[in-house]
């Protein structure tokens, strides 16, 4: 099973609460259904048909049988999915809900050790939970606000040393991490902040959380096709100069972008921006650094 998907089925089943009994049994039952009628079968695991063809069979079957989670869930699989795989894919995901069933209502995935293949499983991973808890959303642009709430709980975490110890150390076992998370955004933040930060305690590497929050950022800004610019400044912008750094920094992208501030002296004047892999460097120690080569260097 992808990474994605089982990042979206953690969501799914999240999301579903004490409907997650019901959950297994659709799954179950559709899994059957696949097993036993040869034509659907034939048709499910065909990869010579697309997989837009397969979804609208799956939506056609679940709908007005399952619910809507459940019929997300198949879908996505079907998307992600090999197609010969998709019998097995779909058993794999009834155990997984069977076992999710078993716990209290209100209970989050169990802790889980950070997948297999580092740091890009994880994004992987995060990017399949992200997706589900988009979908889910009947304003979109609440995405806007759990954007900024994940931006402001990074920045939390890098200023604060007792959070930093207690989240990126990992000194502490996950499902207290993820309590901590719980307990510091509770009703401060969006639910689905909640969630993803929970989520990425579980299976991020406790060191890598702030950058996965802050990737977590920028995938919530690709949603609303945006990117994010992460800017490092000597002192405190006032909207009307984050509007014209905004401007100037989508000129030089090409995209609509976001400008996410932090204030660091240590830059003296100036600032630096980081747009995806681009480092624009626009600081006064930068160019004190630069300006200190030269006169060292040998004539």
């Known amino acids: 099973m992808r990474h994605r998907l089982l990042g979206y089925a953690a969501a799914a089943l999240d999301s579903a609460g004490d409907a997650r009994?019901?959950?297994?049994?659709?799954?179950?039952?559709?899994?059957?259904?696949?097993?036993?009628?040869?034509?659907?079968?034939?048709?499910?695991?065909d990869p010579n048909l697309a997989a837009t063809t397969r979804r609208?069979?799956?939506?056609?079957i679940l709908d007005q049988r399952a619910l809507a989670g459940t019929a997300r869930l198949v879908s996505f699989a079907v998307s992600v999915e090999r197609a010969p795989d998709l019998p097995g894919i779909l058993a794999g995901l009834t155990a997984l809900a069977e076992g999710r069933a078993q716990e209290p209502a209100d209970g989050e995935a169990p802790a889980s050790e950070p997948p297999a293949g580092g740091h890009s499983a994880t994004r992987e991973q995060l990017d399949g939970y992200a997706t589900a808890?988009?979908?889910?959303?009947?304003?979109?642009?609440?995405?806007?606000?759990?954007?900024?709430?994940?931006?402001r709980f990074a920045r939390m975490v890098e200023s604060t040393d007792a959070l930093r110890e207690a989240l990126t150390?990992?000194?502490?076992?996950a499902p207290t991490r993820r309590a901590i998370v719980s307990d510091l955004l509770g009703s401060r933040a969006q639910p689905a902040t909640s969630l993803?930060?929970?989520?990425?305690?579980?299976?991020?590497?406790?060191?890598?959380?702030?950058a996965l929050l802050d990737w977590l950022v920028e995938r919530a800004a690709s949603e609303?096709?945006?990117?994010?610019a992460r800017v490092r400044?000597?002192?405190?912008?006032?909207?009307?100069?984050?509007q014209r750094l905004a401007q100037a920094l989508s000129q030089f992208t090409g995209r609509q972008v976001e400008v996410r501030v932090v204030v660091d002296e240590s830059l003296v004047g100036g600032l630096v921006a980081l747009v995806g892999d681009t480092v624009i460097d626009a600081s006064v120690s930068h160019q004190l650094d630069r300006l200190r080569t030269e006169l060292l260097a040998p004539e």
């Open 21 to 45: 009994a019901q959950v297994a049994r659709e799954l179950a039952w559709f899994t059957t259904t696949l097993h036993d009628d040869e034509g659907l079968r034939r048709a499910l695991t």
């Open 56 to 60: 609208a069979v799956v939506e056609d």
């Open 133 to 151: 808890q988009f979908e889910e959303l009947e304003e979109r642009g609440a995405i806007e606000n759990i954007e900024d709430d994940l931006f």
């Open 169 to 173: 150390t990992g000194r502490l076992p």
């Open 196 to 210: 993803l930060v929970g989520y990425a305690t579980e299976v991020a590497r406790p060191r890598d959380l702030v």
């Open 224 to 228: 609303r096709n945006r990117r994010v």
């Open 233 to 242: 400044s000597a002192v405190e912008l006032d909207e009307g100069q984050r």
